[in-house]
């Protein structure tokens, strides 16, 4: 079996993963753990335990509190490998690979954490636009666009229901 370190650390992962959502519906625990030891006599030790992905409710979320220039320090810390961290994103659901610059008003990343967090924060929106160097109505056309998909995405941040609610 192929292994690559996590990151900084001294964990050896393999890069062959087993996806274990179907455990409990589609086969028993005793196959499920027969799948378990078979992977882990093989040299497995990447266990995919999410349900799925996406809808908010299995997902586990560590990083959502954090800001894009976070994220960066931290694959930097981390050794994320450049073909992740390089790679061109497509935010939000626009279909065509965009980078957030040209998504979000022709305003860099950088700069977007810091308005976002005034937007968060509630700061002046002439308060912002100075310190931003940005234009008020720049800062405007933001502030109304981050409040609609706010809006917009609110039934991503809420937890799913259960049949007791």
């Known amino acids: 079996m192929e292994y690559r370190k996590l990151g900084r650390t001294?964990?050896?992962?393999?890069?062959?993963?087993?996806?274990?959502?179907?455990w409990g519906f589609q086969n028993t625990q005793a196959q499920g753990f027969e799948q378990m030891d078979y992977a882990l006599e093989h040299g497995v030790n990447f266990f995919d335990t999410a349900e799925m992905y996406g809808d908010g409710g299995t997902d586990?979320?560590?990083f959502t509190h954090l800001y894009k220039n976070q994220i960066y320090q931290l694959s930097d810390y981390l050794e994320v490998i450049p073909e992740i961290v390089n790679r061109e994103p497509s935010p939000d659901t626009f279909s065509l690979p965009v980078s957030d610059q040209e998504f979000f008003f022709r305003i860099s990343f950088d700069k977007l954490d810091?308005?976002?967090y005034a937007w968060e924060h509630e700061v002046a929106i002439k308060d912002a636009a100075k310190v931003l160097d940005l234009s008020e109505d720049a800062i405007g056309r933001a502030y109304k666009d981050f409040a609609s998909k706010y809006r917009a995405t609110a039934h991503i941040r809420n937890v799913p229901n259960t049949l007791e609610q």
Request: hydrophobic share 45%.
């Open 10 to 22: 001294e964990l050896d992962i393999s890069v062959i993963g087993l996806g274990t959502m179907t």
């Open 60 to 62: 586990i979320e560590p």
């Open 114 to 116: 810091y308005l976002l």
